[in-house]
Nanobody, 124 residues
Framework: QVQLLESGGGSVQAAGSLSVSCVASGFSDDNFCLAWFRQTPGKEREGVARISPHSASFYADSVKGRFIISRDNAKKMAVLRMNSLNVEDTGTYFC??????????????????WGQGTQVTVSS
C-alpha cells in the first residue's frame, strides 16, 4: 500500500523561504514520479513541480526560478524548496505520486496516490 507523508510548510512573510518534504512508502522500487500540487479554497488543484525517477524536474511557469524540487531515491523522498515566496503561493500543498515517468503529470488526474496536504501561508 503506497502512502505519502508530507512535512514542512508553515507561515512566512513575503520574500521568505520554506520547504516541504514528502516521503513515499510502499513502492517496490524507485520507478515513480513525485509531484507537488497546491490548492486554495474555491480554486482547482494546480501542479507546482514534479520530479522523475532520474531527477528530471518540471515546474509550473508561476514558480520557475523560485522553487526547486529535489529527490533522494534512497529515502524515497522529494523536497520542494520554495524561495521568494509571495502571497499567491499560499495554499495547501499536496504530494502526489504515480508509477513511471513524469512526462505526463500536469493534472491531478495523472496521479494515483496523494498525501494529506500541508499548509503554506505567505503574508504580506
Amino acid at each position: 500500500q503506497v502512502q505519502l507523508l508530507e512535512s514542512g510548510g508553515g507561515s512566512v512573510q513575503a520574500a521568505g523561504s520554506l520547504s516541504v518534504s514528502c516521503v513515499a512508502s510502499g513502492f517496490s522500487d524507485d520507478n515513480f514520479c513525485l509531484a507537488w500540487f497546491r490548492q486554495t479554497p474555491g480554486k482547482e488543484r494546480e501542479g507546482v513541480a514534479r520530479i522523475s525517477p532520474h531527477s528530471a524536474s518540471f515546474y509550473a511557469d508561476s514558480v520557475k526560478g523560485r522553487f526547486i524540487i529535489s529527490r533522494d531515491n534512497a529515502k524515497k523522498m522529494a523536497v520542494l524548496r520554495m524561495n521568494s515566496l509571495n502571497v499567491e503561493d499560499t495554499g495547501t500543498y499536496f504530494c502526489a505520486a504515480r508509477e513511471g515517468l513524469c512526462v505526463s503529470g500536469k493534472t491531478p488526474s495523472d496521479f494515483r496516490y496523494w498525501g494529506q496536504g500541508t499548509q503554506v501561508t505567505v503574508s504580506s
